[in-house]
């Protein structure tokens, strides 16, 4: 989009994290969340079972992780335009979205690698509406962490990360304000 410009967070062993800043040219939070049937999932860490922190919906091709299961469901066309959008910048193309919404600062993501067999790895985007979140990204052997404010409307391409790399969205207790995340793959079908 014409106001976003871009930073590179992470250029190591082919793998890169490019954040476009304001790429969006509104913040769709609003509308995002009254619009999606949001659901707070049980998933499986270490063997143990844990509320999900954060709600969760799915839009795509039949997808798991963490022993929740996604049924096939048709992206909405709001959200195939933006997938569409987003494939002008990366050069990817992606048919699935999965959507967090981080109520505040309790919300949180743990370290993790989208790196189920079905997701290509190429490519992931990142789309941010609301508050700002502290994205982190972590080398899985040195363990040296990189981090990156996320606000409203910032896009963020992880190529090539999901082998090496880890992130997360940590809880805080410095934000109040609700943020939802997109995060557009490719699932291979």
């Known amino acids: 989009m014409s106001n976003a410009y871009s930073e590179t967070i992470l250029n190591e062993q082919g793998a890169t994290a490019i ?26 860490v270490f063997g143990n079972w844990h509320t ?9 091709p039949p997808y798991s992780y963490s022993n929740i ?3 096939a469901t048709e992206m909405p066309e709001s959200l195939q335009k933006i997938a ?31 790196n189920e067999p079905e997701i290509d790895p190429a490519s992931i985007a990142s789309l941010s509406f ?10 899985r052997q040195t363990k040296v962490v990189t981090s990156a404010e996320l606000y409203g409307r ?3 391409l992880m190529n090539n990360m999901q082998s090496a790399w880890e992130h997360c969205i940590p ?14 793959r490719r699932i291979i079908v």
């Open 84 to 114: 569409h959008d987003i494939s002008l910048v990366s050069g990817f193309t992606y048919n699935s979205v999965l959507l967090n919404y981080y109520r505040n600062g309790n919300d949180s993501m743990g370290w993790h690698r989208d």
């Open 154 to 156: 910032d896009l963020l």
């Open 69 to 71: 299961s996604w049924p």
């Open 130 to 139: 609301g508050g700002m979140r502290v994205f982190k990204i972590r080398n």
């Open 52 to 60: 999900e922190p954060r709600l969760t919906y799915w839009y795509g």
């Open 19 to 44: 954040l476009f800043r304001k790429w969006m040219p509104e913040d769709l939070l609003h509308q995002i969340a009254l619009s999606i049937p949001w659901k707070q999932n049980k998933i499986r």
């Open 171 to 184: 809880k805080s207790q410095r934000f109040s304000e609700p943020r939802i995340n997109l995060s557009f």
